[in-house]
């Protein structure tokens, strides 16, 4: 009994994690209609970013943030006004396409500079750290990684719901033309969500690195698992994101308590069938 | 006469290979109110999207007091004081009431209208300043759809078609509510299908047939048979 | 005066039938000029000629932007592997059932992800071309991870001699890309071609004419996937080796088509054959760089999808009027009057 | 004698917005009816919800005795409705005289050379043979409206919805456009024809529906609906007095 309740437990921890993974997916498909396929090498991108950085000045992960967050910032801004925005329209091909490109440009250039062998960061004592609730052990990383997620999370509905910023992501998502005829530029409107959904991405780049070995290989599969906490939480609500990893990271640690190899196929089923049951996800957005 | 405030010169605007308008002149001088009027794809929307930016033109087929805008874009274009009240209302339905007026002013230009004289105008937006855009009535609607574009203080005004899809007594009510606004001095021009509407607020008409101007004098001086003329492309 | 004649074929399109057929003669006597290096490079390249064509008839006609279809290339793989050494099944038998088993997978499956629409069906694919690649990592029998070889009774059952089996394995690939232009060529010829042309064009337009839409598109979805798989079936019976991650790799089977696709111009027919030649140009020419042609790869799809999206077929198709697969109808007008 | 199309208690609506409200009307066989009504008024979302690609909230529809309420849209068009787009919906990619074979191939179910004649024939009827080898895409919005009719008469209808097609015409061509919509009529065909160009369509019609607000608020012959005040003041928004 506590056995299954340690691997509910570390299912929904585990959630938190791939929740940042959706978050900035959430924001960009709700801003800009965009599915990003290279989403996940950007993750990986942030993760080796951060460990160039925490070689390069010997700091810890945490610290290396502060450097990694913005330059995933200042690459969104860049990449989307500079590439992205000119693949915006009714066809989906073209976003699709360029994105692809990226993340194979993306794969590349990390295996020309950082080669295919596994790299991990490393965070200290943190990393083994856990506190006993009861009978259970839960180790610190993934519940502080938990917190960042609804942190994060928070921080982003707040943002959406509360700033003039926000307003001018729901403004630009609404109706772009009206929203150009009140001073908005589009162009730039999506740059800084962009920038955004980057730094997010950063967030997660480096839990992933202090939680697993990364090699440049691995952004498929990191942006498949956030793709799957949209769908599953629903699209366009944020909430419901978390919800969404929530969801997988539980299907997904009790696949793996049954045999190790099914960690990540219970997840793909789990999507599967909610898609066959409830095509919309759990929790969609309600409509006016 | 002093400089016109706003001034088309051969303007003309393309939907890909379609020509929409062709070589359209208009001087608009500041506190003017000018109907523009004309029969379903005359060109109308058209020449609205083009003075606002919404569609590019070449540069110096519209320009605002003084300054080339053809080619800018529509937000550039809504900083230099500009605005248009879409045709149909077309509100930000994630955003509620007052987040429409809000989005409105963010120009930030210096006049007379913020949240408090937009509610004194229409008070009802004032009861529901909290509700989702989508909420509200046709009428109410179009009232926040005015409201926004006059948070932004512009000095010419644009109203696409603000009657369509309104019934009668809320036409009247809107209508009612211009003289408040274009009285201060503001330029307006009132695109139409209610045409008597249209000539009961203006100084002067243009009417627009096939993307030309067809008719454009002072309003008391064109005639019913005139405009018929004007608008069909035939003598009824 | 005479009624207008309708016709189809036109000057370039016969003439490039004559330059194709004696093309064929050519490289169908390939084993006896060319070198065994030549012959492997040329059956790859006849294989992803027939993938392009397969996934530009999906994304290019039937609106369905796949990144999954290495799960279909993968399950042929696998599917011969299996049917040969547990069903003692012929090879070429093997990889034809492989090709109905897909068929009936996919319908299930397209009833699943043709609820995602746009971007989010594409990563749908992707997810069930993740199931495919775990679930048969699972199976020990087969290699589990890390894969299994074609047993060499099952190789020799092909043909006496390494040369014999590598020209069969040449004229398999020739013949399938032979198979599956003509396939596509003859269906977009056809009235469902006609059709599903015009759901290409306008979805709204296409049902009020009478055009079944989700029936049309999940026919595509299955006859591809069928064909899909076969290719996967004759992929893996020249490498002779398989593995999940080989099988199941997005990049290889999915990423390089669509770039092909895209360089060579989307919705044509004649786009995949020129996006073919241009790639394996290009591979040729980089292979000593690595990775760094991978970069160029996607550079090159890059700057084509955004400042020429009809790609290179469609650049000279739009200056010249070209048409070498005579798919369109033409009027001859007799009398020509003036409007 | 059964209507050909009978709508009974339609509703739909868009949040707050009504764009039918409880319509009910009957179209007999060989019909010619005109739809009026400001922009807005629901016009196109009826025709959307003849032709299936709207699903109504409440009511029915019968055609040609069926109940097609909830019939899809496709096998609506092979029953033998079919309609043109205000919005031109060309196929682009294709010529024009393919544009017309879809219609034939697909909605009229003809094939081979009697596809071919047939949608040769349309073509000449509405003046685009000439431009019959032009891609859809590049035709100029007068053609793409045309050819619009072209494709609605390819497939054969016995109903056939006609949305806008005359507004931007010159003279000439509305009188030529009159024509083919004549001729079409003459053989049996029934119409339903939207329209903002009041005489063209009073050229054709028997009977107008006048709508607003999704409400059918008159019906009859056009002289009564044109002389009556309500409906210039609705429709035309004119002070009846001046």
Not at chain 1, 144 to 159: E, H, K, S
């Amino acid at each position: 009994m506590i056995e299954w309740i340690n691997v509910l437990v570390q299912g929904v921890l585990l959630g938190g994690l791939y929740a940042l993974f959706a978050a900035g997916l959430s924001l960009i498909f709700g801003v800009m209609r965009l599915v990003n396929i290279a989403h996940g090498d950007l993750i990986i991108l942030a993760a080796y970013l951060g460990l160039s950085t925490t070689i390069m000045f010997g700091v810890h992960p945490f610290a290396a943030a502060l450097l990694v967050l913005p330059v995933m910032a200042i690459i969104g801004y860049v990449l989307q006004r500079g590439i992205l925005n000119q693949t915006l329209g009714p066809d989906i091909l073209p976003p699709l396409l360029v994105t692809f490109g990226l993340s194979v440009i993306i794969q590349n250039a990390l295996l020309e500079g950082y080669s295919a062998d596994p790299q991990k960061l490393s965070a200290g004592a943190i990393e083994t750290a856990s506190v006993n609730v009861g009978s259970l052990t839960i180790g610190i990383l993934p519940l502080l990684t938990f917190a960042i997620a609804v942190a994060v999370i928070a921080g982003l509905q707040w943002m959406f719901y509360s700033t003039a910023l926000g307003r001018g992501f729901r403004a630009v998502s609404d109706n772009q033309d009206i929203a150009q005829l009140m001073g908005l530029n589009k162009a730039h409107v999506f740059g800084l969500a962009m920038a955004l959904a980057l730094a997010v991405t950063g967030i997660a780049g480096i839990l992933l690195g202090i939680r697993t070995s990364f090699d440049p290989s691995i952004g498929g599969g990191r942006l498949i698992f956030g793709f799957e906490a949209v769908i599953i939480g629903g699209l366009g609500n944020i909430w419901g994101t978390l919800a969404g990893g929530v969801i997988l990271g539980v299907a997904q640690t009790i696949g793996a308590k049954i045999d190790p190899g099914w960690q990540v196929l219970a997840g793909h089923i789990a999507f599967l069938v909610v898609l066959a049951i409830r095509p919309n996800g759990l929790f969609p957005r309600v409509q006016h | 006469m002093s400089d016109p405030i706003l001034s088309l010169s051969k303007l003309n605007a393309y939907y890909g290979d379609f020509q929409a308008l062709y070589g359209v002149d208009m001087d608009i001088h500041a506190g003017e109110v000018v109907a523009i009027i004309g029969a379903n794809g005359a060109g109308k929307s058209t020449l609205m999207r083009s003075i606002s930016g919404l569609m590019s033109n070449a540069s110096d087929q519209v320009r605002f007091k003084g300054e080339a805008i053809g080619s800018l874009r529509a937000d550039e274009v809504a900083y230099r004081g500009l605005a248009l009240v879409p045709e149909g209302r077309q509100l930000f339905p994630s955003l509620s009431v007052e987040e429409n007026l809000m989005l409105g002013g963010k120009v930030g230009r210096a006049g007379p209208w913020s949240l408090d004289t937009v509610f004194e105008l229409f008070p009802v937006l004032q009861e529901r300043r909290k509700q989702a855009s989508t909420s509200l009535s046709g009428g109410q609607q179009q009232m926040v759809a005015i409201g926004r574009a006059l948070m932004a203080n512009p000095e010419v005004i644009l109203f696409d078609e603000i009657s369509l899809g309104l019934a009668p007594v809320i036409i009247k009510t809107i209508y009612d509510a211009l003289p408040g606004i274009i009285g201060g001095g503001m330029t307006a021009l009132v695109v139409e299908q209610d045409i008597s509407k249209a000539l009961e607020v203006s100084s002067r008409v243009f009417c627009l047939q096939e993307g030309r101007v067809s008719l454009a004098g002072a309003t008391h001086d064109v005639t019913r048979d005139q405009i018929t003329a004007a608008y069909f492309g035939v003598v009824a | 005066m005479r009624s207008p004649a309708v016709y189809r074929a036109t000057r370039a399109s016969r003439i490039a039938m004559v330059v194709a057929a004696l093309g064929l003669i050519v490289l169908a006597a390939a084993p006896w000029w060319a070198g065994r290096a030549d012959l492997r490079l040329m059956g790859e390249v006849f294989l992803y000629l027939s993938l392009a064509c397969l996934w530009n008839l999906m994304a290019g006609y039937a609106g369905l932007v796949s990144v999954g279809q290495q799960a279909f290339v993968g399950f042929g793989g696998y599917m011969l592997f299996a049917l040969t050494i547990f069903g003692g099944l012929p090879p070429i038998a093997a990889i034809l059932i492989g090709g109905l088993l897909a068929a009936l997978l996919s319908i299930p499956i397209a009833s699943l992800i043709f609820r995602l629409k746009g971007a989010y069906f594409a990563i749908g694919t992707w997810v069930v071309a993740e199931v495919f690649r775990l679930t048969f990592a699972q199976i020990a029998s087969l290699g589990g991870g890390s894969g299994t070889s074609l047993p060499v009774g099952i190789v020799r059952s092909l043909a006496d001699g390494r040369s014999a089996r590598e020209a069969l394995s040449y004229w398999l690939a020739l013949g399938a890309a032979i198979v599956v232009v003509s396939a596509v060529y003859l269906f977009l010829r056809s009235r469902r071609g006609l059709a599903l042309t015009a759901i290409r064009d306008s979805e709204v337009a296409a049902s009020g004419l009478g055009i079944d839409i989700w029936r049309t598109k999940l026919e595509v979805y299955v006859v591809t996937s069928a064909f899909t798989a076969i290719i996967g079936g004759l992929i893996f019976l020249q490498k002779l080796r398989i593995s999940p991650d080989a099988a199941f790799s997005v990049n290889d089977w999915t990423a390089f088509v669509i770039f092909i696709v895209v360089i060579g111009g989307i919705g044509t027919l004649e786009g995949p054959i020129i996006g073919t030649l241009l790639f394996f140009l290009l591979r040729e020419t980089l292979a000593d760089f690595g990775t760094i042609y991978l970069m160029v790869l996607g550079v090159v799809a890059i700057v084509v999808m955004l400042k020429a999206p009809k790609g290179v077929w469609g650049l000279i198709r739009d200056r010249y009027d070209l048409e070498l697969f005579p798919l369109s109808y033409r009027i001859k007008l007799n009398d020509p009057k003036d409007p | 004698m059964s209507a050909l199309l009978s709508v009974s208690g339609l509703k739909k609506s868009f949040g707050a917005v009504k764009v039918a409200d409880d319509s009910s009307f009957e179209i007999a066989r060989g019909d010619a009816v005109g739809i009026l009504g400001p922009n807005g008024a629901g016009k196109t979302s009826l025709f959307n919800l003849i032709t299936g690609a709207l699903k109504p909230d409440a009511g029915q529809i019968t055609f040609d005795g069926a109940d097609i309420t909830s019939t899809p849209a496709a096998k609506r068009c092979k029953m033998g409705i079919a309609r043109s787009f205000q919005v031109p919906q060309p196929f682009g990619g294709m010529t024009v005289y393919e544009n017309a074979l879809v219609g034939a191939m697909q909605g009229a179910g003809l094939s081979g050379h009697a596809a071919e004649n047939h949608a040769l024939q349309v073509l000449t009827d509405t003046g685009l043979l000439a431009k019959a080898n032009q891609r859809a895409g590049s035709l100029t919005l007068l053609d793409r409206k045309r050819l619009e009719m072209a494709r609605a008469l390819s497939a054969q209808p016995k109903l056939l919805l006609l949305d806008e097609i005359a507004g931007g015409l010159t003279e000439a061509e509305c009188t030529s456009l009159i024509d083919t919509i004549r001729a079409v009529h003459a053989t049996g065909t029934t119409i339903i024809w939207i329209e903002h160009v009041v005489h063209a369509l009073l050229a054709i019609v028997d009977r107008l529906i006048v709508i607003d607000f999704g409400k059918k608020i008159a019906e009859g012959s056009p002289k009564t609906i044109m002389d009556s005040p309500e409906v210039k003041e609705i429709y035309l928004g004119v002070d009846p007095d001046v």
